[in-house]
């Protein structure tokens, strides 16, 4: 199989009747040269080790090496533990993991990067979190994880996945498309739906710089996680109701990589703009690199 846009995959998966996880793993495992049960081994083994960076996370408060994050997401959770959440479990559950994975990243812990490092907490928070509140088996989280994968690694064929290329919305805004599809797949929803999702969740967050502060993975990089985990279930929530991208999802991937061409190099990931370059964010910059 060539499938190199979302169209192609569509159309390969409607004319021999399969899903999207299902397309996936068979090529994959094709260009691989092993069996699909030996690719979904290696698929389980990355969900586990999403969920033991969530563990780790949730019971670490220790800060990064330059301080200037670790301990947000133990804050967070007292205050779910005195105060629930509006929205109730699943949103308490999706910030808290996305936290406890992206404090864990910037602790130079074992993460999964899905798609980068710097937006690892996004697609575990959501598909974990989901999968716990609504008993989804260990058969289906992979299928889900698959269907991620599949939409990364289609995007990937136009972007670079890198914020030092296309800025965050190769990164973080990625991440939340392949969340938002891949809690689509989760929930049994049909391929249209599972790529209106994808197509909901990027072209809502197109633009979104890169501007780390101190040139780090930290700020704003690890809060954006718990809020695009968030952003990933409301395009499904759309998507799942018949709401569709009046763009189709190709061209909003086309839009992407417009958009990073666009965009000024000192949005992408150099550090020479943006929140890395506000008073206080020098003044940051200034005491770590004084260490």
């Known amino acids: 199989m ?7 995959l569509k159309n390969y998966c409607e004319s021999s009747n399969k899903k999207i996880f299902e397309a996936a793993q068979e090529n994959d495992a094709q260009k691989n040269d092993i069996t699909v049960q030996e690719l979904r081994e290696i698929v389980k083994r990355n969900l586990e080790a999403m969920k033991e960076a969530i563990r780790t996370g949730l019971k670490s408060c220790e800060k990064s090496y330059s301080g200037l994050s670790g301990g947000d997401c ?3 959770q007292a205050k779910f533990a005195q105060k629930s959440s509006l929205l109730g479990v699943i949103f308490e559950k999706i910030t808290t993991y996305a936290l406890a994975t992206s404090e864990e990243n910037a602790r130079m812990g074992k993460i999964v990067a ?30 889900a994880l698959i269907t991620a994968g599949e939409i990364g690694r289609i995007i990937s064929n136009k972007v670079q996945l890198a914020g030092a290329v296309a800025g965050c ?6 991440a939340s498309a392949m969340a938002a599809g891949a809690l689509a797949q989760l929930r049994g929803e049909n391929i249209d739906n599972i790529l209106s999702a994808v197509a909901l969740a990027m072209k809502n967050l197109l633009g979104l710089t890169c501007d780390p502060v101190c040139g780090l993975v930290e700020v704003p990089c690890i809060k954006r996680n718990p809020f695009l985990g968030i952003h990933a279930v409301t395009a499904y ?5 018949g709401i569709q991208s009046k763009i189709p999802l190709d061209e909003v ?3 992407l990589e417009q958009t990073g061409q666009l965009m000024s190099p000192s949005l992408k990931e150099s550090s020479q703009a943006g929140l890395a370059k506000t008073k206080t964010g020098l003044k940051l910059e200034e005491e770590f690199y004084s260490k």
Do not use: H, R
């Open 237 to 241: 929530e759309l998507a799942s109701a």
């Open 114 to 143: 899905c798609p980068t490092a710097g937006s690892c907490g996004i697609v575990p928070s959501v598909l974990i979190s989901v999968s716990e509140e609504t008993g989804a088996t260990e058969e289906e989280q992979i299928n």
């Open 253 to 255: 991937i086309d839009t």
């Open 74 to 76: 133990q804050k967070l």
């Open 2 to 8: 060539n499938i190199n846009t979302f169209e192609e």
């Open 169 to 174: 919305q190769a990164e973080c805004g990625v």
